[in-house]
């Protein structure tokens, strides 16, 4: 019998199909979604945007919108303890991509922010994914889309 694929999931938008091979295992889960390990990075609307979803495969009502920082930012460093560096099985810093969330106020979407303090890093080859408080940065906590 072969093997399943893929793998059919509700989200925000709607059912979508995901690959088994694309889930991404969050081993410390999402800040205050530790129960949360096994997200799809799903694209919202063509394969130009800087945004995806990305998606809960156990819980269809959650999806967070994150973007690629540097579509906004040229400068933006990520730092990572040796324990994190570990955890997501880093051999190779191009295997590596950098995501923030995006908060869009309800009625408000001109005060859209990118947050920097909790970017979520992922080991795009091994499927590993930490999301990193950054302390001691000199980036503000979040970065205003309005003049971008």
């Keep these: 019998m072969a093997k399943e694929v893929t793998k059919r999931i ?3 938008l ?3 199909e995901v690959s088994l091979d694309g889930i991404i295992y969050f081993p410390r889960g999402l800040i205050g979604l530790e129960d949360k390990r096994e997200f799809a990075l799903l694209s919202v609307k063509d394969e130009d945007s800087p ?3 990305l998606q809960c495969i156990t819980d269809p009502g959650l999806g967070l919108l ?4 540097y579509s906004f930012i040229d ?3 990520v730092r990572l303890e040796k324990l994190d560096r570990k955890k997501l099985k880093i051999e190779n810093i191009k295997q590596l991509a950098i995501l923030v969330t995006v908060t ?3 009625d408000k979407p001109e005060d ?5 303090q909790g970017p979520i890093v992922i080991n795009h080859e091994a499927r590993i994914g930490l999301q990193v408080p950054q302390t001691d940065t000199s980036y503000p906590p979040r970065l205003s889309l309005i003049d971008r």
């Design 75 to 77: 400068e933006y460093d």
């Design 104 to 106: 869009i106020p309800q």
């Design 112 to 116: 859209t922010t990118l947050n920097l």
């Design 10 to 12: 509700m989200t925000r």
């Design 66 to 69: 994150v973007a690629d920082p």
């Design 14 to 16: 709607g059912e979508r």
């Design 51 to 53: 945004f995806l979803l």
